[in-house]
């Protein structure tokens, strides 16, 4: 399974730096993809003070850039003999250049480690934020501490059919997209797949407790069911369409394991992250098709916050990207 063929891989110093640079070259061995390593070096204004004669706010640049390039080469000279890997230097604001760089050269993947020990508080920190958000691409911001190889990845998904139709159909394009990525991603670590999608029967609270519309538990009991029946279909109908995609064969190998949660997926699939002990979450930021200047819903930044694993945060289709190249 060739899902990818073109990985940006940034870097930002010696402590965090290995990690991603061996996920992403596994991950080009088994998909035969070609790698980029990146870093982002800050810029120097033009007007800055310096001594008199003493060399120019170019001069520091090119230095900067030059000792940069020299540091990442170094990096990725094992790699050489195993897989197509570059390296560049970007200079300007992290977020920017990243996603710039990847408008340019068209990188169907970024990967990267946050900067920060503390992986919390680093992972919400503004680039990698601004990142998740505005990045077209799929982005796989991997924890400093993970494992050499994954074991369990779990899939977030929702398929519930309660949405106005363009979004219905811009979040079940998404969901397979989902399926697609954790499904090449747990071929290529050799993973097991845990798929979940949580569901709940809107009003079955007030049917049971409500003072006015308070309906007989039996009724409620056999309304409940039925809701979980229907999400029971909804998702084997999508797993169903992403084996026509992702093959019966690689079906077969990752065998994955369907969790049917009660409840939000704002609690629930945290949960199960944390029982299951996953690796990685892979979930989607939602939006409707086309709309600028996306930002990630609720739902998803709730989620990642109760979360200690790594993630691959996935766009939806027809997501436009609010930065641009000429910005």
């Known amino acids: 399974m060739r899902r990818f063929k073109n990985i940006l891989c940034v870097v930002e110093s010696e402590n965090t730096c290995r990690r991603a640079i061996e996920r992403s070259a596994s991950l080009a061995m088994n998909n035969q993809a070609r790698v980029t390593v990146a870093t982002v070096i800050e810029r120097i204004p033009e007007g800055v003070r310096l001594p008199e004669d003493g060399p120019t706010a170019g001069d520091l640049q090119a230095g900067s850039r030059d000792a940069t390039g020299q540091w990442l080469e170094s990096l990725i000279e094992p790699y050489h003999a195993q897989i197509e890997i570059s390296s560049r230097v970007l200079v300007g604001t992290s977020f920017l250049e990243i996603i710039r760089e990847v408008l340019r050269n068209d990188y169907d993947l970024v990967i990267k480690c946050p900067e920060s020990q503390d992986w919390m508080d680093q992972f919400f920190a503004g680039d990698d934020m601004h990142l998740l958000r505005k990045c077209p691409r799929p982005v796989w911001l991997v924890k400093p501490e993970a494992h050499e190889s994954y074991q369990r990845i779990l899939a977030a998904v929702d398929v519930d059919d309660n949405y106005p139709e363009e979004e219905l159909q811009t979040r079940q394009a998404l969901n397979s997209l989902i399926l697609e990525m954790a499904g090449a991603l747990a071929v290529s670590e050799f993973a097991e797949l845990h798929v979940a999608h949580a569901w709940k029967a809107i009003g079955e609270s007030a049917m049971r407790h409500g003072a006015f519309i308070r309906q007989p538990e039996e009724k409620v009991d056999a309304y409940v069911e039925q809701e979980r029946q229907h999400h029971a279909q909804l998702l084997e109908n999508l797993m169903h369409e992403v084996r026509g995609k992702l093959g019966v064969d690689a079906m077969n190998y990752?065998?994955?394991?369907?969790?049917?949660?009660?409840?939000?997926?704002?609690?629930?699939?945290?949960?199960?992250?944390?029982?299951?002990?996953?690796?990685?979450?892979?979930?989607?930021?939602?939006?409707?098709?086309?709309?600028?200047?996306?930002?990630?819903?609720?739902?998803?930044?709730?989620i990642l916050r109760q979360i200690d694993c790594s993630v691959l945060a996935i766009k939806p289709p027809g997501f436009v990207t609010p930065i641009s190249l000429e910005d």
Not at 275 to 281: F, G, P, S
């Open 254 to 302: 990752v065998k994955p394991e369907l969790h049917l949660l009660k409840g939000t997926a704002l609690k629930e699939i945290p949960a199960l992250a944390k029982r299951l002990d996953v690796d990685c979450i892979v979930m989607g930021t939602v939006a409707r098709t086309g709309i600028r200047g996306f930002v990630m819903g609720n739902t998803a930044e709730t």
